[in-house]
């Protein structure tokens, strides 16, 4: 290669490597498990994925206040709502305060009477307009009717108290000094909606970090031995977001010093070293940018995997270094590059069957994978010739005491082929208990989080993720009658203590048919007066100081009803939009359950739901069963095309070698290696899942390679040690690379990395054992 054309190929490797690393800034990338989600959702699996990246539960944030006093969390509670209700961050911040919700007490004084679920043919009736007006001077003498004290005049049924406890009335919180507060008293409570959605990962850290913020700087201001806790959805995507991203960046530091380490021992100069690495870079690189390009966005497991992606990579920079110490680039392209081409072959065969997957989340990594192994090999074939130059390693002889030991291991063949029918045999037994059925194996979420999120949750009745009842309808009104039905058959259950409670989205807007008979309920004004004369008889109010409301009842008569354009600039308008949801074949209504109070686990009783909703057009939905049952489904996926890829591997690979004896001598090590390491963890009492999976093509990836230059090396007589040794470094490198991935707190970098770092040393020991024995000379 002439230096002009050298330079012209390193130029357009850097111009690429900018560009690429220009599109990767520009990569968004994403937490929420839609990673699990399928490409095209049943209509239960439809809610999921709404709920995950839009839905109200999502854009949660719960608050607690600790320390201090009473009077003192009170204080600091007030202040906070405060300072964050005036932030654009957040569409909603309750604490309990009345005066939180100004703009939407005006909202439902003007349209109370078809708001209200107290107004029907009896509200008004003498007898009825006397228990109404003798309760409403109750509520309005107390400290909690301050605030509608001044309108009893004009609402002396107490319309505008009924709307407000109907909105407030499922699973309020305890109250002390004026705002929520725990059960057990000790710390003040807020919660908090996020304008962000869910999905919206970015959004939920601005939102976190600011109510940090605030507190921080009212604690300055007004010092005490308080503390503030977070919890929510968006809070615990924010955390693993962070924990990845944070052992991504150590691990691979870890994971490149300790290469480094090795590869300097090896060359004993700088300039190959970092040579070594460009493959694995561009191949990472490379990985990222198109699959955010592709997919529009990256999840962080993907991410994530670009830090294991490297351990496989960086082996062809030391093939290329390690094999030309002892000729130059044109003979390593002649003697070794088919090998090498090989390998990557397998490695692309068996990353492409997740291409096919229903998953975007198994679609990124094959598309990862595929990418960057490719790149890894093409810079590794075009680019590292023009950057050595003739300035190859020199790399030191393989020490005369390795070859027999290598040769040596084939004593251990049918011990080896022993653990390997017993791990089989092992793994047979176990079959149905194999892989973990649920999510939680994969979740980062500590238990310490968890249990502070469920003692919030209880405390402030929040809703819960898991539970729904679905509406589907053809329209929104129609939505909104069928939230209405599927209301009137869980209001028993709640009375019943079977259930804690329920949101729904008519019960901030009703259907306008239910606004309609509403208005039919209400009197002329001229029955209006004539009762309550009569409801007054003997009462110390005369009727006559009730002229405003007899004129509101007039008014709200002919009123037109109340619609979702009128929740506008409310609070109420984004728990409307959050449970109340179009699609372009019709609209959802969400109505999440609340447990009860004490119920074990948190459960609720599906049968008695699903008998109760029978009929009605809407149906109950568990999301976390609807999740293990997709989740079971995703992974039975993965098995099917990790084993159709396997499959496209033999194919090749017979293909390629042309003898059954040779591809068993191919095949057989990295088989036996797998099957050895999934056993061992299973036995560990590991509970697997589907990184583990990906683990187990990982192994078959970097075994392959290794497998196929120990057949190599034992069928050339002429074989120049230099090859084998070109094999140990690359093995040293990998276990390197994925050991490191072990010692990660993020669960899902943390099976990739048990499982492959033992499964490549095992891959390569089981080649040199199991692969035919022809002996160089």
Not at 599 to 619: H, K, T, V
Request: net charge neutral.
């Amino acid at each position: 290669m002439t230096t002009a054309r050298r330079a012209c190929v390193v130029l357009a490797w850097a111009l690429a490597m900018a560009l690429g690393g220009w599109l990767a800034s520009q990569t968004r990338f994403t937490t929420d498990l839609s990673f699990f989600l399928p490409s095209r959702p049943s209509a239960e699996q439809q809610v999921l994925v709404e709920q995950l990246r839009e839905g109200v539960v999502s854009r949660l944030i719960m608050v607690a206040v600790a320390g201090g006093d009473s009077a003192a969390r009170a204080e600091r509670s007030r202040a906070l709502r405060e300072r964050l209700a005036a932030d654009a961050d957040f569409v909603s911040v309750q604490n309990g305060e009345l005066d939180a919700f100004d703009h939407e007490l005006a909202l439902l004084q003007r349209h109370r009477y078809t708001l209200s679920p107290a107004v029907d043919e009896t509200r008004f009736t003498p007898e009825g307009l006397r228990d109404a007006i003798l309760n409403t001077i109750d509520i309005v003498s107390s400290p909690a009717g301050l605030p509608f004290k001044a309108q009893f005049p004009a609402d002396p049924t107490g319309e505008a108290v009924e709307v407000l406890m109907g909105w407030q009335s499922q699973g309020q919180p305890a109250m002390a000094d004026g705002v929520w507060t725990s059960r057990d008293g000790e710390r003040a409570l807020l919660l908090l909606q996020t304008r962000a959605a869910g999905a919206d990962t970015d959004g939920q850290a601005r939102a976190a970090e600011r109510v940090q913020a605030v507190f921080d700087e009212l604690s300055a201001s007004a010092p005490g031995a308080m503390r503030l806790e977070l919890s929510g959805p968006g809070v615990f995507a924010v955390k693993t977001r962070a924990a990845i991203q944070s052992d991504v960046a150590r691990l691979t530091t870890a994971s490149a010093i300790g290469i480094s380490v090795l590869l300097w021992f090896m060359y004993r100069r700088w300039r190959p070293l970092l040579l070594t690495l460009v493959p694995a870079a561009s191949g990472s690189l490379a990985g990222l940018v198109v699959v955010g390009q592709v997919h529009g966005s990256v999840f962080a497991i993907t991410a994530g995997f670009g830090a294991a992606l490297v351990g496989e990579a960086v082996d062809y920079g030391i093939y290329f270094f390690v094999q030309t110490g002892r000729a130059d680039s044109g003979a390593w392209r002649q003697r070794f590059w088919p090998t090498i081409r090989l390998g990557v072959a397998t490695s692309m065969l068996g990353f492409g069957a997740l291409l096919f997957a229903g998953f975007p989340g198994l679609a990124q990594l094959g598309l990862y994978a595929m990418t960057g192994v490719f790149v890894a090999a093409l810079t590794t074939r075009l680019v590292l010739p023009a950057m050595a130059g003739h300035d190859v390693a020199r790399t030191p002889e393989l020490p005369a005491w390795v070859t027999p030991r290598v040769v040596a291991l084939q004593a251990w063949r049918w011990p080896a082929l022993g653990a390997a029918v017993l791990a089989l045999a092992y793994l047979v037994s176990q079959h149905d208990r194999l892989w973990a059925p649920d999510l939680s194996a994969l979740s980062s979420v500590s238990l310490e989080d968890a249990e502070r999120d469920a003692r919030l949750r209880g405390d402030l009745g929040a809703p819960d993720a898991r539970y729904m009842v679905v509406v589907r309808a053809p329209d929104r009104e129609a939505a909104l009658r069928g939230a209405e039905a599927a209301a009137r058959r869980l209001d028993p259950l709640v009375a019943q203590g079977l259930i804690g409670g329920y949101d729904s989205p008519a019960r901030f807007l009703p259907s306008e048919a239910l606004q309609r008979e509403r208005q039919r309920s209400l009197p002329t004004p001229d029955a209006l007066k004539r009762d309550l004369a009569l409801a007054l008889q003997g009462q110390p109010l005369s009727a006559d100081r009730l002229q405003p409301f007899v004129e509101a009842v007039a008014r709200a008569r002919t009123a037109e009803p109340m619609r979702r354009e009128d929740l506008d600039d409310s609070a109420l308008a984004i728990a409307v939009d959050s449970l109340l949801q179009p699609h372009t074949d019709g609209w959802t209504a969400l109505l999440p359950l609340r447990p009860a109070p004490g119920a074990a686990d948190a459960g609720l009783p599906a049968d008695s739901l699903r008998a109760a909703l029978e009929g009605s057009g809407a149906n109950f939905v568990d999301l976390k069963q609807e999740f293990e049952s997709l989740y079971g489904e995703y992974l039975g996926q993965a098995i099917t095309l990790s084993l159709l890829g396997l499959a496209g591997i033999v194919l090749v690979l017979g293909a390629s070698l042309r003898h059954p004896r040779r591809l068993a001598g191919v095949m057989l090590p990295i088989a036996a290696a797998v099957l050895i390491v999934i056993a061992v963890l299973h036995g560990l009492g590991v509970r697997l899942h589907l990184l583990h999976l990906i683990g187990t093509l990982l192994i078959v990836a970097v075994g392959s390679n290794y497998s196929l230059f120990i057949e190599r090396w034992r069928r050339d007589p002429e074989a120049d040690p230099q090859a084998l040794l070109s094999v140990l470094v690359a093995c040293a490198t990998t276990a390197i690379g994925f050991g490191v991935l072990s010692l990660s707190s993020v669960p899902v970098l943390q099976a990739v990395g048990v499982t492959v770092a033992p499964g490549a040393v095992l891959a390569l020991l089981l080649s040199a054992a199991l692969t035919p024995a022809e002996a160089p000379k």
